[in-house]
Structure formats: structure tokens, C-alpha cells
């Protein structure tokens, strides 16, 4: 079975430049959620997606943070304009409904210059 | 506030050992408990998952268990080895719909 793919696998901008990242989750898992992971720290979701529906973006800094999950498979993350602080690995996940165990994928790790 | 503790922040030990891990969270209400392992530069590989109607979990050499009464986790790793070196991460679900709220992880260092 394919596991959560992502890409770029790397990214070095500057800050207030854009940036998108690019999430496949597993086959037939209908919850998709984003990650954001400081160095030293646990992963803390910026946004959680059922199907193409938002179920929980709280945590996501939307004046500069969007996210979009089209026909309920892919989605893309992105960030307009970075700052210094959103260095960090941007973990994808994915999972069955209910109470199921979540799969991620590499992550990307972006760096803001 | 619901949060999720981790300590120690980081760990050595020789090979060998026996070894217990500590994940402590602040409200006994859980749907279900998590514990991940972390490579440097990789994702989270997902270890063990407790329900909340479960009391512990085993997979080969690692033992979770879930005591919600106490609010805390263990992850028990038997036998450890150089290869179990890595970070470790609870995460805490606190129902169906309610998004995971992670501890800082421990850092566990295997000596040969």
C-alpha cells in the first residue's frame, strides 16, 4: 500500500515570498490534516479536512495560511507572504474515518531566509 | 487548556535495557492515545493507538499502556537496541471530530 506522499521534499525562500506544498494522502482515506513542526517541538494541526469540507482549521494563521482539498484527495498548502518564523517541517497525514490510527508522509521542511 | 507532557525531553541508555517512556495529559476525557517515532528528517511512523476503552497495547518489544484516571501514557520498550533510537511523540484525541494535540516527543538515545 502507497503511503502519504508529499512534495517539495525541501524548500529555501525568502521572507514574503510564497511558497506551496503539495500533499497525495493514503487511497481511500477520507481525512486529511496538516501539520506544522518547529524544531523541538511536536506537531501542532494547522487544519484538518473530511473529505473536501474544513472540519478544523483553528490553529491556521489565515491572513497568511490557505489550504485546499479538491474533490476530497490531494491537497495543497500554502503560505503568502513567509515570515522568518514559519521555518519548519510541514507534516501531511492522513486517516479512515472513526477512531483510526493517522499515516504521515516525509514532510517538507521549509526555510525562510 | 488541554496539553500533552513529555519528560524527559531526552534519554540515553545502554543497549540492552529496559526502558519507560512518560506521557502525561490534563484531561482524563480521551478518545484515544497515540505513540509515534520520529527519525531525524522523516516523517512519524505511528507505533501503538489505545481507545480510550482499552487499557494497553502491545506490539513485538513495545508495551502502551493508557491509564486515564492518573492521566498518563507509558510506552514500555523491552530489549532496547541501537536501532530504537529515535524520538519519540504521544498524541492525545479527545473524540471522534477533536484534532490530536501532541507532546514535545523524547529524544531517546541507544548506547552499543
Known amino acids: 500500500e502507497a503511503g502519504v506522499a508529499q512534495s517539495p521534499r525541501y524548500k529555501i525562500i525568502e521572507k514574503r515570498q510564497s511558497v506551496a506544498f503539495w500533499c497525495n494522502p493514503i487511497s481511500g482515506h477520507a481525512t486529511l490534516y496538516w501539520y506544522q513542526q518547529i524544531l523541538g517541538q511536536g506537531p501542532k494541526l494547522l487544519i484538518q479536512f473530511q473529505n473536501n469540507g474544513v472540519v478544523d482549521d483553528s490553529q491556521l494563521p489565515k491572513d497568511r495560511f490557505s489550504a485546499e482539498r479538491l474533490k476530497g484527495v490531494d491537497s495543497t498548502l500554502k503560505i503568502q507572504p513567509a515570515k522568518l518564523e514559519d521555518s519548519a517541517v510541514y507534516l501531511c497525514?492522513?486517516?479512515?474515518?472513526?477512531?483510526?490510527?493517522?499515516?504521515f508522509g516525509p514532510g517538507t521542511r521549509l526555510t525562510v531566509l | 487548556k488541554q496539553e500533552v507532557t513529555q519528560i524527559p525531553a531526552a534519554l540515553s541508555v545502554p543497549e540492552g535495557e529496559n526502558l519507560v517512556l512518560n506521557c502525561s495529559f490534563t484531561d482524563s476525557a480521551i478518545y484515544n492515545l497515540q505513540w509515534f517515532r520520529q527519525d531525524p528528517g522523516k516523517g512519524l511512523t505511528s507505533l501503538l493507538l489505545?481507545?480510550?476503552?482499552?487499557r494497553e497495547q502491545t506490539s513485538g518489544r513495545l508495551n502502551a499502556s493508557l491509564d486515564k484516571s492518573s492521566g498518563r501514557s507509558t510506552l514500555y520498550i523491552a530489549a532496547s537496541q541501537p536501532g530504537d533510537s529515535a524520538t519519540y511523540l504521544c498524541?492525545?484525541?479527545?473524540?471522534?471530530?477533536?484534532?490530536?494535540?501532541f507532546g514535545s516527543g523524547t529524544r531517546l538515545s541507544i548506547r552499543p
Open positions: 489505545i481507545q480510550s476503552s482499552q
Open positions: 498524541a492525545e484525541k479527545y473524540s471522534s471530530a477533536s484534532k490530536i494535540i
Open positions: 497525514a492522513s486517516s479512515l474515518d472513526g477512531p483510526y490510527e493517522q499515516f
